[in-house]
Nanobody, 126 residues
Framework: QVQLVESGGGLVQAGGSLRLSCAASLRTFSTSSMGWFRQAPGKEREFVAAIGWSGGRTLYADSVKGRFTVSRDNAKRTVHLQMNSLKPDDTAVYYC???????????????????WGQGTQVTVSS
């Protein structure tokens, strides 16, 4: 059974930083693109960032470009999201997601991901 477990969320003041991690039990992790999404209360889940299987390609939502950085460690089967200069609008539950292996894409929509974590809460106070 595939498990994705997020950690690192919490409460931070505006302008602060957090680093989210996602540990995956996925055996094909090193050939799967990984994504981060977030969902604020009353809103749809939205794309934040994604990284290709090798880490050579990354994509970001316009709202986080220049502030967030996605990275991965295939040996440890983990993916990280470094979040700097946090804003109150970044408050949401953040989810890690895994695409099917060898898809060759770096996906930005929820429907393109096969596996999801339970999420970790990020709250940014003003």
């Amino acid at each position: 059974q595939v498990q994705l477990v997020e950690s690192g969320g919490g409460l931070v003041q505006a302008g602060g930083s957090l680093r989210l991690s996602c540990a995956a039990s996925l055996r094909t992790f090193s050939t799967s693109s990984m994504g981060w999404f977030r969902q604020a209360p009353g809103k749809e889940r939205e794309f934040v960032a994604a990284i290709g299987w090798s880490g050579g390609r990354t994509l970001y939502a316009d709202s986080v470009k220049g502030r967030f950085t996605v990275s991965r460690d295939n040996a440890k089967r983990t993916v990280h999201l470094q979040m700097n200069s946090l804003k109150p609008d970044d408050t949401a539950v953040y989810y890690c997601a895994a695409d099917r292996p060898l898809s060759g894409r770096v996906a930005v929509t929820t429907s393109e991901y096969d596996y999801w974590g339970q999420g970790t809460q990020v709250t940014v106070s003003s």
